[in-house]
């Protein structure tokens, strides 16, 4: 059996502080990929083997988060959805023979991070509640049902923000797919 995904975007309006945290999410989630891409490549050149999510998440718990302080003003979920992004980057560079993964630049006018957990959306209240940012203002013009899943922060080029929720309907898609056979 397969539930059907579905992702829905809506535009969000954080105050000033908001940003700054937000800020802090970007920053902080940018560091954690291309330290963890970084740390793979160097692995690879030494050892000729890849090093696993698990131990980079190992590291990162116990030594890099330690040493880098301001970590710590970053959701913990965000920072180890930046390792599983490191990973897929390398898997479909194995797998599709796309490109090899690159570091982020802080330049980039798009930023986002990721989040799988620990996030609530209100539609009474047109509030979406984000880990360590608080209640967030939010225009959700689209109802939806289902089991929230990663949901992703981003800023446009032009400054706007935005968040990306995946939601999973738990609808089975072969039942659908049956009853949409039969409509036919």
Known sequence: MYSMLKAYKYRIYPSKKQKEMIQVHFGACRFVYNWALEQKIKTYEQTGKSI???????????????SNEWLKEANSQALLASLVNVESAFTKFFREKSGFPKFKSKKNPVQSYQMAQHYAVDFEKQIIKLPKIGE????LHRRFEGKLKTATISRSSTGKYYISILVDNEKDILKSRTFQNQLQ
């Open 52 to 66: 696993s999510r698990f131990d980079l998440q190992h590291i990162l718990v116990h030594e890099v988060k330690p």
């Open 136 to 139: 967030v203002k939010t225009i």
